[in-house]
């Protein structure tokens, strides 16, 4: 009976060394589900009031856009919103085109670095394996 109390007893011992980290583990993922439903509670509040910035700015580019309507084109104001407007499309399209260029240089350096790894490889095989 001594003998069967000791085997439970050592049984018992073993179960809980198990159980703690599998507890661990349990406090982890209960964290991680806290931290998780605040993200999300930040993103619902970080979109609400995305959209609520972009009907105040859509209000205030109609406003503009309606005050602009009667506007004399003789202006000099207005002549030189068209410029500095014409200014910032091309500076936009310089910079599409610049990033678009620097992508496609990114792609070919690694084009290349493939290539030349290749080739690299190539030659030991070549020459030094033989």
């Not at 993922?29 to 970080?46: F, H, K, N, P, W």
């Not at 602009?68 to 091309?90: C, E, F, R, T």
Request: hydrophobic share 30%.
């Amino acid at each position: 009976m001594e003998q069967e109390l000791e085997f439970i007893t050592a049984q018992h011992s073993e179960l809980e060394e198990c159980i703690i980290p599998l507890e661990d583990e349990l406090s982890k993922i209960v964290q991680v589900d806290i931290e998780r439903g605040q993200t999300y509670s930040m993103a619902e509040t970080l979109d609400s009031q995305l959209k609520q910035m972009s009907e105040d700015l859509k209000e205030v580019i109609e406003h503009l856009n309606e005050s602009n309507k009667y506007s004399d084109p003789s202006d000099p104001l207005v002549q030189i919103g068209k410029i500095l407007n014409a200014h910032m499309n091309s500076l936009q399209w310089i910079e599409s085109s610049t990033s678009a260029i620097t992508n496609r240089l990114e792609e070919i350096s690694k084009m290349h670095d493939a290539l030349r790894k290749d080739n690299e490889r190539s030659f030991r095989l070549t020459y030094y394996d033989n």
